[in-house]
């Protein structure tokens, strides 16, 4: 059984950065994709990047240009690096990872943007 844990929230000023790592427990042979979600104070879990086996790469319009994740290839699991943050960024970010014999999510790391 996979498990993933987040790492790398914190608080930061808008404008700043951030770097959210996932690691996992257990090995993770092959993906499927691999992305992240966010889920603000009474917000519901939305997708804010995803990153498929092929390296395609999707993001919302609200952290297009801002956002981008990448890849640990040994280990088959997903960073997050965060620019130009917005205090409208403020929410618990997940990793997930999906593969051929699950899908797999980490219990989330607060990220704060505040002056």
């Known amino acids: 059984q996979v498990q993933l844990v987040e790492s790398g929230g914190g608080l930061v000023q808008p404008g700043g950065s951030l770097r959210l790592s996932c690691a996992a427990s257990g090995n993770i042979d092959r993906v499927y994709f691999m992305a992240w979600y966010r889920q603000g104070p009474g917000k519901l879990r939305t997708e804010v990047a995803r990153l498929s086996s092929l390296g395609g790469t999707n993001y919302p319009d609200s952290v297009r240009g801002r956002f981008t994740i990448s890849r640990d290839n040994a280990k088959n699991t997903p960073y997050l690096q965060m620019n130009s943050l917005k205090p409208e960024d403020t929410a618990v970010y997940f990793c997930?990872?999906?593969?051929?014999?699950?899908?797999?999510w980490g219990q989330g790391t607060q990220v704060t943007v505040s002056s």
């Open positions: 997930n990872v999906n593969t051929p014999t699950g899908n797999y």
